[in-house]
């Protein structure tokens, strides 16, 4: 029994990766005229530009669908013969269809979650940052928590910030705001004082409490030191936390994702637990209960690898359409954002050491990447890496592509964005917000290697590649409409938005 591992980490060798097996004769069979000739589809789409992902037929303009899987995919004049009296038509009128994107990294729930939070992600000003929090604490009970996150303090120049920003404007609520690679998070003094944090307080093991040049603390508390805090906080509820997924899940559809890589509510300091709680009181009840929207395949803490190959021993991979069993994740350093992560003197194969690109491919390892982390480092990687490692080493596309690596794309979500759109424009560009030119343009990767990388390889990275990730027969009918009628425009500036969005042959948005 196989569990396969990722590690997530900002070190040269890891490539938070995951060991995958090579597999031959790789795509599926179409079917035949003489399999298909009795079947009836539900669904003939028509009259588009549809990029299969297939090689074997890398564009189609008609495919056909029944009970919620692909049964012929080509022209109009051979797909159309499927239809019925019985048959809905959906005609594309020129518009491209692509496979439905698959995240390869997101916490799911806590993502979920923070969307009903304190939302600071993109804030670029102290003022604000404290006007947001100022805002939450007008809509709280005294006494209760301020929840919340996303902050990037590189984009208000880089100054941290502290406990003494929002003081004067929360005197009767504890406040736990964590930046946006959850790797840092900070507190108010009503926080620091209710867990007793004080000029006393040691730093734990692998975690750090920051401090003035007096010894008190700022109210920053980074990777280890946050379960010193995290346990105050009161338990998310069951309801909380199932409605976080059904929140999670249309905004995902609202993007063209129909299935996710998640690795829970797994953060340093958090309990290795709450991952598991989430697959029996979320999951599971959605799975059983058919409130499940998009598809999850489920990573869990290193430290229980015994518990999941218990389960996998018993289930296997696959639960259900919607619930896999992935594998496990751990942290092996911490991050750039958060000037935590030791390196070499990254699950995110982001910065890597020079000559590992190469050892990708020669050792079948599948790099886990996500595009729109790329428009958060740009600017600061030159500080922290140097001119000569940023320029070098970050976000290896191309390199790692030419070596033979699969390349899976994802967005770490809620860290940053769910939006492959994005993330592909990004891999294909390469320029972050204020700069004229790409960062490293030898880098840059064409459309259809983007594309695939969101589909076809995410599908192959969690090992799901028989059921998703192209439009092959036999595959599940997972597709996005998009609004360009041209393939053209489509490849030179991405600039499409997502029309409609179907899961299993069924339209999940809008």
């Not at 021993?313 to 935590?340: E, I, M, Q």
């Amino acid at each position: 029994m196989n569990i396969y591992v990722a590690i997530s980490a900002t070190i040269a060798l890891a490539l938070s990766i995951f060991s995958f097996p090579l597999l031959n004769n790789f795509y599926l069979l179409k079917l035949t005229p003489a399999t298909t000739t009795n079947l009836e589809a539900d669904l003939v789409v028509t009259n588009g530009v549809i990029f299969t992902g297939d090689d074997s037929l890398l564009f189609a303009d008609s495919m056909a669908i029944k009970n919620g899987r692909i049964v012929s995919v080509g022209n109009y004049s051979a797909v159309h013969q499927l239809a019925a009296d019985g048959t809905n038509v959906l005609n594309l009128q020129g518009k491209v269809v692509v496979p439905g994107f698959i995240d390869s990294h997101v916490h799911f729930i806590p993502g979920g979650l923070q969307m009903a939070r304190v939302k600071l992600r993109g804030v670029n000003h102290k003022d604000e940052f404290v006007r947001r929090v100022k805002e939450a604490v007008k809509n709280s009970k005294k006494g209760s928590w301020i929840l919340g996150g996303g902050w990037n303090n590189d984009l208000w120049g880089g100054d941290l910030p502290m406990a003494s920003w929002i003081d004067d404007i929360t005197p009767h609520n504890p406040v736990w705001l964590s930046r946006m690679d959850g790797h840092m998070g900070l507190a108010n003094s009503v926080a620091l004082q209710l867990v007793g944090i004080t000029n006393l307080s040691e730093d734990p093991n692998g975690g750090t409490i920051m401090r003035t040049s007096s010894g008190e603390p700022t109210g920053l508390l980074i990777d280890a030191a946050m379960k010193l805090i995290l346990p105050w906080i009161p338990e998310v509820s069951v309801d909380e936390r199932r409605e976080a997924l059904l929140r999670a899940s249309n905004l995902a559809l609202s993007r063209g994702v129909t299935t996710v890589v998640d690795f829970g509510r797994y953060y340093p300091g958090e309990s290795v637990q709450l991952s598991w709680e989430d697959f029996a009181d979320v999951y599971q009840w959605a799975s059983y209960s058919e409130k499940m929207k998009i598809r999850v395949c489920l990573f869990f803490p290193l430290e229980t690898w015994s518990s999941l190959a218990d389960l996998i021993n018993k289930t296997g991979h696959v639960l259900s359409d919607w619930v896999y069993l992935g594998g496990v994740k751990a942290f092996a350093d911490g991050s750039l954002g958060s000037n935590s992560a030791l390196f070499h003197e990254i699950e995110h194969a982001q910065h890597l050491a020079s000559g590992t690109a190469a050892r990708f491919g020669d050792q079948g390892i599948v790099a886990s990447m996500q595009p729109q982390h790329l428009l958060d480092d740009a600017d600061s990687a030159r500080k922290k890496l140097g001119v000569d490692r940023a320029e070098r080493e970050s976000y290896l596309f191309q390199s790692l592509l030419a070596n033979n690596a699969l390349l899976a794309l994802g967005s770490d979500w809620p860290v940053a964005d769910i939006n492959p759109l994005c993330a592909i424009r990004t891999a294909m560009k390469r320029i972050p917000p204020g700069w004229d030119n790409a960062w490293i343009p030898s880098e840059r990767i064409s459309l259809t290697d983007a594309l695939i990388a969101h589909t076809l390889s995410a599908a192959r990275a969690c090992f799901l590649e028989n059921d998703v990730g192209s439009l092959s027969p036999g595959k599940i009918a997972d597709f996005v409409i998009l609004s360009t009628s041209s393939w053209e425009d489509f490849a030179a500036e991405v600039s499409a938005s997502i029309e409609a969005t179907y899961v299993s042959g069924v339209q999940a948005y809008p």
